[in-house]
């Protein structure tokens, strides 16, 4: 008799696999993050990644596959989290002699400038700070991303055009 090997590639198949996995690991992340938007981010993005590697992943070893990505996923956004605090740091820490309305113009303008990062699109967001927060190359980006070189120039570049738009209405 030939036993039939469960493909995840299938859609029935990887199907099955969400619902039957979906909800525990929401709850898991849920459990790390204590914010059920960014859990099921998360979430969302772990499935994402096993149909993206559906081909490399065994069908026995998918529940650990998928609980070992999503704590992947969850220390990479703390660890984003981190520098991205590290980064505001300095620009609070730093003690001057400016006047209190440059101090107060100055943390305006940064303010502008995090609302106008916040405001972009979520593909340019991440490329944006990837490269110009965390100094990673457009080469970095792209292997961490899983996109090619010029899908990062051209996200990139679209970025800054919102960033130049947005900013100079100040």
Known sequence: MIKKIKRICEPRTFESIYVEYAKDLRRFIFFKTQDLDEAEDIMQETFIKLWDNCKNVDYGKVKSYLYAVATNLFLNIKKHEKVVRNYQKKFVNVSTSESPEFVFLEKEFLQKIEDTIEALPSKQREV???NR???KTYKEVSEILGISVKAV???MHNALLV???EIGKV
Request: charged residues 40%.
């Open 128 to 130: 944006f700070l990837l």
């Open 133 to 135: 927060m965390e100094g």
């Open 153 to 155: 120039e051209k996200r």
């Open 163 to 165: 960033m130049r738009t």
